[in-house]
Structure formats: structure tokens, C-alpha cells
């Protein structure tokens, strides 16, 4: 006898996106290649969302509406507030998208991304971290001997896990199913890197850095390391990467790596060591901890969904790609009868570059209105955009955004499938309901 499979609706919507409508929302009669809408599969759609649907007719076929698609809280985690919990061992917990609104990330806010355990202690007193290596001086630094003997800086930098938006891919990816909330954008003092390495003497050999934390690998084996990546030495000298002592000019969460971490912005959040204990300067790329085999690696050219992509053909990541994101209103926000337009705002970022125009759809792509955008106060810091939004009429809407960098690169409308779910930079989507 075989048993039964159920299966959710973002596979069913996978495997044949016109016969997702048909099931989930009965007959599509006279739908063109576009999978339009119309009669009993139109009025389906609508009692599902809980209204009526004006700009139905620009709704590709497949397109699971936003208010079906959305997550619910899986926890709560002490000293953070209000993020939903993906995994318990090692934690890794997401920020919902409008408490992402503040310009600067509070801690408490501030997603986490661990690998291993919690280390024991996250005491700066006694704490101190090693560089050795392609160095003409191995040096063992304190907290203090960092503020003292370097120029402490201070920026807002923006900060994501590769793995922001995996829950997304179809078929699914290997790894904790972030929706869009694995970022943030804390206000980071420390020093730079760069005048941390040039202190110690680095070689023309030098090629790649290996970061070391103080968390225990989960299985509590001390001769494994939980995670251990690094940086290639461009990005090291970078004078945005840092090692940082606080945040929001206080003490570091130790959620994110008090007292001491890395923070490379622009690069997946893996890099940003947390709880740093030693930076190994190699002459070779690092060969640490996830830094071998899948791990934060994507296929060295473009594969269909669903490939079996072989390891040498994996290629690490760099620079994290274009993205924005909604986080006023909150998803699902249902409006008085009579609402003619909606303040929208939210934020958008660049692993490399800047972020050159946003813009915000609410007639699921049909068109477009270009948003207003402000300057980064830095590199590396996401930057804050506002649009004034149009509702005709009653019903539900979706509101869409996409970013555009300087370099002509734009947000997409569908996911570019990896075996690892990773860099998924597809439009933010959020719903809303105009009553009657």
C-alpha cells in the first residue's frame, strides 16, 4: 500500500505552478500563457485571501499570494525581542521585517546565526585574540590593547546570512529556512582589520585570512571548530571591515559574538567571526571549518532546480547581491474601507557598490513607481527609502519592491536555485486588504 504524501503548497507550486492554481483555487477557465485568472479560480483565490483582487490580472501563473506565504513565531529567545526561532541547537533566530524599520538595528533586534555552542564566558576582561601566520610579528592583543594602540572607528554596516531567504527555493534547500529577516544593521566600533594586520607585518605571501571563535562545536569535541572562514586579503584591508568591541555603543549581544567578532560587511555573515579569538593569515585560501565541500559555496554557472551541481564545480561567495526590503506596514495589514494610498517605507543594500534606485509595485509588477532613496551614511550601510503607494479600491493588494545598484544590477522576480539555498534576492513581497 503506498502512503500518502501531503505536500506544502511552495512544492506544489514547484512542481507544476498551473496546476497549483487549479487545485488550490479550482478552474482557470480562459487562462492565457500568463496563468491569468479569471471566474470560479479568480473567486477562489479571493476568499482564500480574504478579499477581492484588483490587479488579478497581472498575477503571473504559480505566484503563491503573500498572505498565504507568511511564517509564524517559532519562540522566543531572552534579552531579543520579537524574533521568530528557526533552531534551538546551535540558535538561529529572524528578525520579522517590521521590526527591522529602525535605521539602526537595536540589539535586541538583531538576527542571530550560531554554528556551535554558546562560549562560557563573553567577560572582555582577560579576553584577548592572536594574529599569526604570513606575518612578520605574531601579535596577542587585549580588548584594551586594541582601543588604545589603534584608531577606533565607528559605522553602521550592514550584516546577512548567506541563507537569508532559503525558505523560498523549490525544491528545497539543505539549511535553516530564513524568510527575509537574517539581517541587520547595527551601529559597529572597533578597529579596522587592516591596521590590525599591517601592525603585525603582513607578507607579500599572504593570500587569505582563517577566523577562530571561542563556541564550542556542538558535539563539544575541542578539536573540531564549530566554523572557521576568512576573508581574501582585499577584503580583509578593507577599511569598513572591522574588529569589533561594540555595538550600538554599548556591549556586543552575546548572541552576536561579545566580546569581540569580525564584521565584514558586504560579505555573507559567515565571515564575521564571532566570539574572535585568532586570525590566521594564510598563503593559500583558508581550508577551515565550512569552508570545504557545499558550505557557502554556489555553482560556478547557472543550474537548473533541483541539479546535483558537483563540489569542484562550487565556487565561494563574495560580495552579497542586491536587495531591499519592506518593513512598513507589516504583512497582512488590513485597511479601513475608503484608503486610497499607503505610506510605504523600508530599506535597501549592496554587497558591493551602492544601492542607485528603488522602486515599489502594487499591481504585481505590472508597473512601477520609483520610491525616494537616501544616502548611505557609509559604505556598507543600508540605506532608507519612502514611496507613497495608490489603493483604488477595495480588495487585496500586494505591494512589491525591487532594488537597482550602481552597477545596473536589479532585484529579480524569481530565485536563481542553488543546492545550498543561498544569495536569494528576489523582490519583497507583503499583502494587504482594503475593506469593503
Given amino acids: 500500500m503506498t502512503k500518502k504524501t501531503e505536500r506544502g503548497l511552495c512544492e506544489l507550486y514547484a512542481e507544476d505552478p498551473e496546476r497549483a492554481d487549479y487545485l488550490v483555487f479550482g478552474r482557470i477557465a480562459g487562462a492565457d500563457r500568463r496563468g491569468f485568472l479569471k471566474g470560479a479560480g479568480l473567486a477562489a483565490m479571493g476568499a482564500a485571501v480574504g478579499a477581492t483582487i484588483p490587479f488579478s490580472a497581472n498575477m503571473p501563473a504559480g505566484l503563491i499570494p503573500a498572505a498565504l506565504a507568511q511564517t509564524g513565531d517559532g519562540g522566543t529567545i531572552e534579552g531579543k525581542d520579537g524574533l521568530t526561532v528557526l533552531n534551538d541547537r546551535p540558535v538561529n533566530a529572524e528578525t520579522p521585517a517590521h521590526l527591522l524599520d529602525d535605521d539602526i538595528t537595536p540589539n535586541n533586534r538583531h538576527f542571530i546565526r550560531n554554528n556551535g555552542q554558546m562560549p562560557e564566558t563573553h567577560d572582555p576582561a582577560g579576553w584577548s585574540m592572536k594574529i599569526d601566520g604570513e606575518v612578520g610579528e605574531e601579535l596577542e592583543l587585549s580588548i584594551d590593547d586594541l582601543r588604545n594602540n589603534f584608531e577606533v572607528v565607528s559605522y553602521p554596516l550592514c550584516i546577512e546570512c548567506g541563507g537569508n531567504g532559503r525558505s523560498a527555493f523549490n525544491p528545497p534547500a539543505r539549511g535553516n529556512q530564513w524568510t527575509v529577516g537574517a539581517v541587520g544593521n547595527s551601529q559597529w566600533t572597533g578597529v579596522r582589520l587592516a591596521d590590525v594586520l599591517k601592525a603585525a607585518g603582513v607578507k607579500d605571501s599572504a593570500v587569505y585570512t582563517g577566523h577562530y571563535g571561542a563556541d564550542p562545536h556542538l558535539s563539544g569535541d575541542p578539536e573540531k571548530d564549530s566554523l572557521s572562514r576568512g576573508l581574501p586579503m582585499d577584503k ?201
Avoid at 240 to 251: H, K, S, V
Avoid at 278 to 285: E, G, K, L, T
Avoid at 376 to 399: D, F, K, M
Wanted: glycine share 10%.
Fill in 236 to 436: 580583509a584591508m578593507d577599511p569598513y571591515t572591522l574588529i569589533a568591541f561594540e555595538q550600538n555603543g554599548g556591549p556586543i549581544n552575546p548572541f552576536n559574538g561579545a566580546p569581540l567578532r569580525v564584521v565584514a560587511p558586504g560579505y555573507p555573515g559567515s565571515a564575521s567571526q564571532k566570539w574572535l579569538k585568532r586570525i590566521w593569515v594564510r598563503d593559500q585560501v583558508h581550508d577551515g571549518a565550512k569552508m570545504g565541500g557545499m558550505s557557502y559555496r554556489v555553482p560556478a554557472y547557472p543550474v537548473a532546480p533541483g541539479t546535483d551541481v558537483p563540489t569542484d564545480d562550487m565556487v565561494i561567495m563574495g560580495p552579497m547581491p542586491i536587495k531591499s526590503l519592506i518593513t512598513n506596514p507589516v504583512d497582512g495589514l488590513e485597511l479601513p474601507a475608503g484608503t486610497s494610498s499607503i505610506d510605504i517605507r523600508g530599506h535597501a543594500w549592496v554587497g558591493e557598490g551602492a544601492v542607485a534606485e528603488v522602486e515599489v509595485s502594487n499591481d504585481f509588477g505590472k508597473t512601477w513607481m520609483r520610491a525616494d532613496l537616501q544616502a548611505a551614511p557609509n559604505p556598507y550601510a543600508w540605506q532608507r527609502w519612502t514611496a507613497s503607494v495608490p489603493l483604488p479600491g477595495r480588495g487585496y493588494y500586494e505591494i512589491w519592491s525591487r532594488a537597482t545598484d550602481d552597477q545596473g544590477r536589479q532585484q529579480p522576480f524569481a530565485v536563481s536555485w542553488n543546492p545550498r539555498g543561498y544569495l536569494n534576492n528576489t523582490y519583497h513581497r507583503i499583502s494587504l486588504t482594503v475593506a469593503a
